[in-house]
């Protein structure tokens, strides 16, 4: 059977928007996952941000994968291919948060993650009898089968070695867009130990990158990942909360696993937007402390901030831009915030009239798509960008590089913020020529200078109390 798993571009590649390392960072892990299930089929995976997708060939099975910005592109490219005759079906965020809408576009949904419902469709499609609908409801990742990475194109992509060891997050974030993906059963669950370590094996070279929610969600598995990751040589990043990184000791544990590098959704400084998104997990936490102890590990941050929540005013961009700049946070990525359907922020935000639109591809949190409590929508959008703006001169990467007790975490803090947001040109032509390969010797050296000091890490009773 032929089958063509299909990732649709976020963003068209004539957009000012479209930032062509940003979207050749990491490869579909999702859809090389499904095409994990069919090992005797003659599978294509295509990623339109980093190929061309041709349209011209004719596949038996078409899955594609949606995401709200990309919701008009895919459905474009399933109506096609149901006009040539193909089987379409439709998986992924938005699918889960608007079904109805995707069904005028495919013979099958999914909703949920799919490592149930896949292989059930699988099945039943080449009985002659699939589904309309497939609903995920009993989560596991014990014994699925190894992702098909034969499908991804490495010299494509920055950081082919990202990998997944969990699904969901153990909190509940009123704004979060994959909340919803995970209703109708467990809302985060994992691997086990022994199945992810082999993952990281089977893994060519030494960085990876932990695409996981949170990857110090469950303390026993993260601590038994970690155990088993230390002796490997690995390198790599992920994505935690302050409050794991203030609880124990299993930060200093994913150092010496490898840990380099850490995405923390600070999203606001203000305890009025933190109550609204349900953001209860950092409530009361002591954001300076959690910071200082990363970097006593010599781990970078890359800290997430939403703007326009309701306890925001015009001050919150420059507030929290020098709040950043002065803490050493490495790098920083903003939004507007954003009502993605499916979520409790997008009921409030309906009910209360103050939606503006449903152009979903305007949904990027680079636009706002409803009113603003505390500001006006192009009061809104401007502070945005003058957040980008601000942080990423090069008087605030200085600023924020001298913030670093160290003089090679300063250096550390300069080469990776300079590298990620002033070497476009270089990124650029490196991806033309399809020699993003070179620029990974790079990035492993940058990660791999580090210098713990462990004793400003441990931490404080009130820390372990929090």
Known sequence: MRIKLILPSLTEADSPHFRPIKYSLFPPLGLATLAAWCPDDDVTLVDQHVETLDLDDEPDLVAIQVYITNAPRAYAIADHYRKKGAYVVLGGLH?????DEAAQHADTIFLGPGEETWPAFLEDFRAGSPRARYASANRTLVGIPPVRRDLIKRELYLVPNSIVVSRGCPHHCTFCYKDAFFEGGKGFYTQAVDEALAEIERLPGRHLYFLDDHLLGNRRFAEGLFDGMKGMGRLFQGAA?????????LVERAVDAG????????????ERSLIQSAKHHNLGRDYDAA?????????????????????DGPDVFDRTVDWAVSRGITTATFHIATPYPGTRFFQEIEAQGRLLHRD?????????????????????????????ERFYSWRNIVRGSAAHE????????LAYAGGWKKLEPMWDRLIRARQLVRARPMLEQVLATVDVVREAAVPTAAEEAA
Do not use: C
């Open 259 to 270: 840990l380099r590098s850490i995405f923390i959704g600070f999203e606001s400084l203000d």
């Open 406 to 413: 160290t003089p090679g975490r300063s250096l550390k803090h």
């Open 291 to 311: 910071i200082r102890r990363l970097d006593a590990l010599g781990v970078m941050i890359n800290g997430s901030f939403v703007f326009g929540l309701d306890g």
């Open 241 to 249: 909360t302050v409050e794991s990184i203030l609880r124990g000791d």
């Open 360 to 388: 979903w591809e305007r949904y990027d949190t680079r636009q706002a798509v409803f009113r603003p409590r505390g500001m006006r929508i192009d009061e809104l959008e401007a502070g945005y960008w003058r957040a980008y």
């Open 95 to 99: 699918v889960t948060s608007l079904p």
